[in-house]
């Protein structure tokens, strides 16, 4: 299994075929594989940029060696978690020293009642997007109400572990029906949630379980800015989780029944007011979802989005 590397089970499977093949189409893959052909153009768009394959001009795929292409991206993976470790013990050296401290830029929050009071100003403070990686043992009772962050955007990434618990299933799904970005990764470094860029909440001690653990407040240009770098490098490597009509899958985005009446709506010249009301949502989470698919499809218009979606058989024109 390759999901350690951010390689969900289709995009393995077209590896594998092209191993076997060395070269192939886009409808060789998708008919030596049984999957439909936007499925497998995904899949090796994402083998393409993992380093894996080429393709040419002609859109032929090509293998890499193994031995170079899977041999650079476990490299590229163990030295990106060993900068993660190192840089964390130094700001929790940093912490504990107490030199960024007296320069306002860590703030210790030791009690339950600072935690959960800085955690309700975010929820409800949050003007343009919110990043987070959530890995178990849950300390964090985060719950981010749907209504009251309608102004920001969300890009998650949860540690796979995360995904047995008994609530993280329900709660993916909810986050993703209203717009969410929700990513899976083989590990994380911390737990962490960055706020517009500005302020970051991490655990003092990356490892630490117990029931009530103290937590940094990062507010540090420098270091707020290294950790939303992280979160990029992560969020690259990380697979995309997407809602079927019965589940959370791991994979390859996909529309759900929802994202096609809403592009419907949308081509038959429906205003966003309109389209919410007969969604039974607000507006903004009509354009939060918008804005969601046109980015997992690549695209800079609702005019190349529903371009898109026709071309991929998702909508009819």
């Not at 209504?147 to 993703?176: H, K, M, Q, W």
């Not at 717009?179 to 960055?194: H, N, T, V």
């Not at 007969?278 to 354009?287: F, Y």
């Amino acid at each position: 299994m390759l999901d350690g590397l951010g390689i969900s089970e289709q995009e393995e499977a077209v590896y594998v075929e092209l191993l076997r093949r060395r070269q192939v189409t886009v409808s060789d893959a998708a008919d030596a594989l049984g999957m439909p052909a936007p499925v497998a153009a995904l899949a090796l768009d994402r083998l393409v940029a993992l380093g894996l394959a080429t393709r040419d001009d002609g859109g032929a795929h090509t293998v890499v060696p193994p031995e170079v292409g899977l041999g650079t991206l476990i490299a590229h993976r163990q030295a990106t978690l060993q900068q993660v470790q190192g840089r964390l013990a130094e700001l929790v050296e940093v912490y504990r020293t107490g030199a960024a401290a007296t320069a306002g830029e860590i703030e210790a929050l030791t009690t339950p009642e600072q935690l959960a009071t800085w955690l309700d100003n975010m929820e409800r403070g949050a003007r343009q997007e919110v990043l987070a990686f959530f890995k178990p043992p849950y300390v964090l009772d985060v719950n981010l109400d749907d209504s009251t962050n309608a102004r920001a955007t969300y890009r998650y990434v949860y540690e796979r572990a995360a995904l047995d618990g008994p609530r993280a299933p329900a709660e993916i799904a909810r986050f993703l029906k209203s717009g969410y970005e929700i990513r899976i990764a083989a590990e994380l470094p911390s737990k962490m949630i960055i706020v517009d860029r500005e302020a970051v909440l991490l655990p003092a001690l990356p490892d630490q379980v117990s029931v009530h653990p103290g937590f940094l407040l990062v507010r540090g240009k420098s270091l707020v800015h290294l950790l939303v770098a992280l979160f990029e490098r992560v969020w690259q490597a990380a697979t995309p989780l997407r809602l079927t009509a019965t589940s959370v899958t791991e994979g390859v985005p996909a529309w759900d029944d929802v994202d096609v009446t809403l592009l419907t709506y949308l081509l038959s010249g429906m205003p966003d007011k309109t389209v919410a009301s007969r969604l039974g949502t607000s507006e903004r989470t009509v354009q939060r979802r918008i804005r969601r698919l046109m980015k997992l499809a690549g695209t800079d218009s609702r005019m190349q989005l529903a371009w898109y979606a026709a071309q991929s058989g998702m909508i009819p024109l």
